[in-house]
């Protein structure tokens, strides 16, 4: 059955450090892959998505993703974190019409 | 361009009454997707409408239920609530198969 796993619940950076969010798959063939991110009592915002071509993406806010096959991984990037950047942190794949999410990653920045 | 709105944000229920919650997409995108957010099962796809006709269903009881309109709105429906649908409903739309979902900011539904 198709899953992702998010392994970090939280994580915590200090302001201007970099970051690394991990997202690991399964599924058969070649999947579509996002991530969202989600701030208290809000809907999920779209960051990035990796449909074909390029396994690096590029994304909104400064996040990069990179898509490795070997590896069944889309981690998620940014080299310099900003206080703003603090909420939850969703990886998801779509294996058809739906999405199946990770678990999350609760961010949270010190200043 | 305006995006995904939901309505209403918040609604307290009592077990065993029913509700019903809207959700209007981006001008142009013909599916509309739900999903249930809750703490301990996190985000569940809940189904999928395009053009009027439902695509894909999730694991749910028949309790939820959902339809879609002409103008691509759409609404779901939870009858005889429970305290376990207590959650954060988000609705989702899109433009095409190969586009990615857009989310509204939820509908958090409380049951008492």
């Known amino acids: 059955a198709q899953s992702v796993t998010q392994p970090d619940i939280h994580i915590t950076v200090s302001e201007g450090a970099s970051l690394e969010l991990r997202c690991n798959y399964s599924?058969?063939?070649?999947?579509?892959l996002f991530w969202y991110v989600q701030s208290p009592g809000q809907g999920l915002q779209l960051l990035l998505k990796?449909?074909?071509?390029?396994?690096l993406v590029q994304g909104i806010k400064g996040f990069e993703a990179e898509f490795k096959r070997s590896q069944s991984s889309f981690n998620l990037r940014k080299p310099s974190v900003h206080w703003s950047d603090a909420a939850e942190y969703f990886c998801?794949?779509?294996?058809?019409?739906?999405?199946?999410f990770g678990t999350g990653t609760r961010l949270q920045v010190f200043p | 361009k305006a995006g995904v709105t939901q309505t209403p944000r918040y609604l307290i229920k009592t077990r065993g009454q029913q509700v019903t919650l809207s959700c209007s997409p981006i001008?142009?995108?013909?599916?509309v997707s739900w999903y249930q957010q809750t703490p301990g099962q996190g985000l569940q796809f809940l189904f999928e409408?395009?053009?009027?006709?439902?695509?894909n269903k999730g694991n749910f009881p028949g309790r939820f239920s959902g339809r879609q309109f002409s103008n691509s709105r759409s609404e779901m429906n939870v009858s005889t609530l429970e305290l376990g649908d207590s959650a954060l409903y988000l609705c989702?739309?899109?433009?095409?198969?190969?586009?990615?979902?857009?989310f509204g900011n939820g509908t958090r539904l409380t049951v008492t």
């Open positions: 989702a739309s899109r433009s095409s198969n190969n586009s990615p979902l857009h």
């Open positions: 998801a794949v779509r294996p058809g019409d739906k999405l199946i």
């Open positions: 409408y395009f053009s009027e006709t439902q695509r």
């Open positions: 001008s142009g995108h013909r599916s």
């Open positions: 990796y449909f074909s071509g390029d396994t």
């Open positions: 599924y058969g063939a070649t999947p579509y």
